[in-house]
């Protein structure tokens, strides 16, 4: 059974920078497609960040192309989101996501698999 468990939140002033990790449990990590997905208070949950298999492909949303980066190690089991330039707007929980399709997707409903988040939370 797929477990997925988001570590690395925490508060930070805006223009600072963290970094999310997600653990995977369950085996078959190297075979799911990967996001991050985000959920601000009184939001819908919202796409961030997508990476292939073999993490050689990502997407981003606009709002945080350019200061996001998404990642995974394969052998470590492990999804990373190294998040730079905070704005007070990121504030949100964070999700860690999994699916198998085979092209990048940015529907909340598509998802197979989700962790429990964890909090970011940017001051101005």
């Known amino acids: 059974q797929v477990q997925l468990e988001e570590r690395g939140g925490g508060s930070v002033q805006a223009g600072g920078s963290l970094k999310l990790s997600c653990v995977h449990s369950g085996g078959g990590f190297r075979w799911w497609v990967m996001y991050w997905f985000r959920q601000a208070p009184g939001q819908e949950r919202e796409y961030v960040a997508g990476?292939?298999?073999?993490?050689?492909?990502?997407r981003y949303a606009d709002s945080v192309e350019g200061r996001f980066t998404i990642s995974r190690d394969n052998a470590q089991n492990t999804l990373f989101l190294e998040m730079n330039n905070l704005k007070p707007e990121d504030t949100a929980v964070y999700y860690c996501?999994?699916?198998?399709?085979?092209?990048?997707?940015?529907?909340?409903?598509?998802?197979?698999?989700w962790g429990k988040g964890s909090l970011v939370t940017v001051s101005s």
């Open positions: 996501a999994a699916n198998k399709r085979t092209s990048f997707v940015r529907e909340a409903y598509t998802m197979e698999h």
């Open positions: 990476i292939s298999t073999d993490g050689g492909r990502t």
